[in-house]
T-cell receptor, first 112, second 114 residues
Framework: KAGVTQTPRYLIKTRGQQVTLSCSPISGHRSVSWYQQTPGQGLQFLFEYFSETQRNKGNFPGRFSGRQFSNSRSEMNVSTLELGDSALYLC???????????FGQGTRLTVV | AQKVTQAQTEISVVEKEDVTLDCVYETRDTTYYLFWYKQPPSGELVFLIR??????QNEISGRYSWNFQKSTSSFNFTITASQVVDSAVYFCALRANRDDKIIFGKGTRLHILP
């Protein structure tokens, strides 16, 4: 069974631009969560989607948004990028009825 | 509010030594779930174990063992006879209920020296 797949693996963007990251969950998983990881703040929860609906949301500005499609694939978008948005963005999926999350390898975003 | 504390920021041990990673959690929920994840240099978080709040049995998996104690709100992780491949950042995490988010501790960076 394929794991969680995140694309692209690396991105370099300029301040003020916007970016879209993609996540394909493990087959059969309907819950997808996104996390931002930085050296200073650690792993911070962004949002979670379940069956195309946002179920939980972290404490991030509105520039961070996401969505989930009917096939459970998810995208997150960051608009008006700031230098502080440079981070590893991790996506995770969870199977029905289970509480643990399985993570992808992440997208490393660098904002210059 | 939920919180996970990993007081050890960084640990270095010589190969074959045993090492214990500490985790203390806070939650007011009576049903909750605890996890440990490993993050090697590649960046992917690898799921190691889940523990339910109603199951205090300790668990052993090969060289790995976990000690869950509700009385002290701790969920410690021990690696026996450590190996260089165990070098990674280890995260303890908590989910208060099935529909809530998972929150992570700051992680413990473990160096196993040959």
């Amino acid at each position: 069974k394929a794991g969680v797949t995140q694309t692209p693996r690396y991105l370099i963007k300029t301040r003020g631009q916007q970016v879209t990251l993609s996540c394909s969950p493990i087959s059969g998983h309907r819950s997808v969560s996104w996390y931002q990881q930085t050296p200073g703040q650690g792993l911070q929860f962004l949002f979670e989607y379940f069956s195309e609906t946002q179920r939980n949301k972290g404490n991030f500005p509105g520039r961070f948004s996401g969505r989930q499609f009917s096939n459970s694939r998810s995208e997150m978008n960051v608009s008006t990028l700031e230098l502080g948005d440079s981070a590893l963005y991790l996506c995770a999926s969870s199977p029905p009825g289970n509480t643990e999350a399985f993570f992808g390898q992440g997208t490393r975003l660098t904002v210059v | 509010a939920q919180k996970v504390t990993q007081a050890q920021t960084e640990i270095s041990v010589v190969e074959k030594e045993d090492v214990t990673l500490d985790c203390v959690y806070e939650t007011r929920d009576t049903t909750y779930y605890l996890f440990w994840y490993k993050q090697p240099p590649s960046g992917e978080l690898v799921f190691l174990i889940r523990r339910n709040s109603f199951d205090e049995q300790n668990e052993i998996s090969g060289r790995y063992s976990w000690n869950f104690q509700k009385s002290t709100s701790s969920f410690n992780f021990t690696i026996t006879a450590s190996q260089v491949v165990d070098s990674a950042v280890y995260f303890c995490a908590l989910r208060a209920n099935r529909d809530d988010k998972i929150i992570f501790g700051k992680g413990t960076r473990l160096h196993i020296l040959p």
